[in-house]
């Protein structure tokens, strides 16, 4: 009796898994260096992006301003690396310390 109660939750507790996977949200970059994030995957159709905003409304983007895509995660580690980055590359000359 307690394996035939074990049997529904082990498949209930799959099938929320499997379908949490697909509620990623996913960053557009833009080349005028915008960032648009998105509630569905972005689909590619009749030259331009489809994609649902946070409110649930289809909205698109036209494909040459498009940069990159990029899950959400992604997009946050690589900006977080980047930030690093340059405060790590900004060296100052000993002749300018007396400016600022």
């Known amino acids: 009796m307690v394996f035939a109660m074990k049997t529904p939750a082990i498949g209930l ?11 990623h949200s996913y960053v557009l970059r833009l080349t005028n260096g ?7 995957k972005p689909h ?6 489809w994609f649902k905003d946070a409110k649930g409304e289809e909205q698109w983007v036209m494909a040459a301003s498009v940069s990159e895509i990029a899950p959400a995660s992604v997009a946050k580690a690589e900006s977080k690396s ?3 980055k340059i405060k ?3 060296k100052r ?6 400016l600022g």
């Open 13 to 23: 507790l799959i099938g929320v898994i499997a379908l949490t996977g697909c509620a």
């Open 82 to 84: 980047q930030a690093t």
């Open 44 to 49: 590619f159709r009749d030259g331009a992006y």
């Open 34 to 40: 915008s960032e648009i994030t998105t509630a569905s």
């Open 93 to 98: 000359k000993w002749y300018l310390l007396w």
């Open 88 to 90: 790590s590359d900004k």
